[in-house]
């Protein structure tokens, strides 16, 4: 007896931001605001996803970089924080944010090889749909 996948509803919009060429999103619902990428401060010890911390409006927050929780090549072209919902606050370093748009009638492909991707979104060429829970939980920040 074999069960079929569960079919992935994609959330009503999407926040589409692009590192590199490669377009990725998030559901808008889990984004807090975005800001310009300003001066990180280094934290010794941090694992190697953490591309620094940063003051924002005397919030302390952790700032992920992608480029490295993806594996992919880095630059130095990231100029945005995507500053994600959540308990503890933590932003993403992205190459650029694209859109916010709304999805209807779009083909979800499931991902079941990485824990950080919920689906691929095909709609006009790929879009990568992150989770965002994983990704941040991919590095411990209480390192304090």
């Known amino acids: 007896m074999t069960t079929a996948a569960p079919e992935l509803t994609p959330p009503d919009q999407i926040l589409e931001f692009a590192i590199g060429e490669q377009r990725y999103c998030v559901s808008i619902d ?3 605001e975005i800001v310009r990428a ?9 694992p190697p996803q953490v591309a620094g ?10 700032v992920l970089d992608l ?3 993806f ?8 100029q945005q924080v ?3 919902e959540g308990e503890e606050r933590i932003g993403w370093l992205v190459d650029r944010v694209r859109e916010v748009s709304s999805l209807r009638d779009v083909d979800v492909d499931s991902v079941d090889d990485s824990p950080y991707v919920s689906g691929v979104i095909n709609d006009d060429g790929f879009i990568i749909w992150v989770e965002p829970e994983t990704v941040n939980g991919s590095v411990s920040t209480d390192q304090n």
């Open 30 to 32: 889990a984004v807090e």
């Open 38 to 46: 300003n001066e990180l401060t280094s934290v010794p010890d941090s």
């Open 53 to 62: 911390i940063t003051n924002l409006r005397g919030q302390t927050t952790t």
């Open 67 to 69: 480029r490295r929780i």
């Open 71 to 78: 594996d992919l090549q880095t630059s130095g072209d990231s």
């Open 82 to 84: 995507v500053i994600i």
